[in-house]
């Protein structure tokens, strides 16, 4: 069965700190992955997928993510944070089943320091 | 501009009383869900479906019902037997149900029991 653990329910970061929130999935099968952002009192917009065409993902609002195999994970990070980038982010993976769903992970969110 | 729209964005009820959230969607998707969200927590899928006229129970599908009749509309109706239904609903629909396809969301419903 398919899971996603987000490490950290909260994370803050100075502005123009890195980012990086912490996403490690369980797979027994070839995984399809994705990062969500989430603004307070809004639906889900997707930042970024992984479908194996490239380990490294580029996403919306300078935001990437590397797939690495040999640790199940699925970072997400972005070189420098903006105050616009507090928000609760959601990694997510494919549930193979009789139809597709996602599973979602718990949430990270992000708060940026002045 | 395609996308999903949800109404309304807050929602009162007294208890004891049903209520339908509404979702609609102009992507010509097929796949439509149900999540729920709670403070704190990861999103928790109620319903799905893949087709017109056909839907299927999520994780949490007790004291909901849904219904399929167009593409478009897939209208959540919140029971009296739901025994905790003050949360935050959230809508999404996709292109197909293959493993890579991303959901779109909607901005989500407040619906506040009392």
């Known amino acids: 069965a398919q899971s996603v653990t987000q490490l950290g329910s909260h994370v803050s970061v100075s502005e123009g700190a890195l980012v990086l929130l912490r996403c490690n999935y369980s797979?027994?099968?070839?995984?399809?992955l994705f990062w969500y952002v989430q603004y307070p009192n809004q639906g889900l917009q997707l930042l970024l997928k992984?479908?194996?065409?490239?380990?490294l993902v580029k996403g919306i609002n300078d935001f990437e993510a590397e797939f690495k195999k040999s640790e199940t994970s699925f970072h997400l990070t972005k070189p420098s944070a903006h105050m616009s980038d507090a928000a609760e982010y959601f990694c997510?993976?494919?549930?193979?089943?009789?139809?597709?769903?996602?599973?979602f992970g718990s949430g990270t969110r992000l708060s940026i320091r002045p | 501009d395609g996308g999903i729209t949800q109404s309304p964005k807050y929602l009162f009820r007294k208890e004891g009383q049903n209520v339908t959230l509404s979702c609609e969607q102009n992507?010509?998707?097929?796949?439509m869900y149900w999540y729920r969200q709670d403070p704190g927590q990861g999103l928790r899928l109620i319903y799905y479906?893949?087709?017109?006229?056909?839907?299927q129970k999520g994780d949490i599908a007790e004291g909901y019902s849904v219904s399929r009749e167009k593409k478009e509309s897939f209208p959540l109706t919140v029971t009296s037997a739901q025994k905790n239904p003050t949360a935050f609903y959230l809508c999404?629909?996709?292109?197909?149900?293959?493993?890579?396809?991303?959901?779109?969301f909607g901005p989500g419903t407040r619906l506040t029991v009392t």
């Open positions: 479906s893949q087709i017109v006229n056909d839907f």
């Open positions: 999404a629909s996709s292109m197909g149900t293959g493993e890579s396809y991303e959901q779109y």
């Open positions: 797979s027994s099968v070839p995984p399809y």
């Open positions: 992984y479908t194996s065409a490239a380990t």
């Open positions: 992507l010509n998707h097929d796949a």
């Open positions: 997510a993976v494919t549930r193979y089943s009789s139809a597709s769903k996602i599973i």
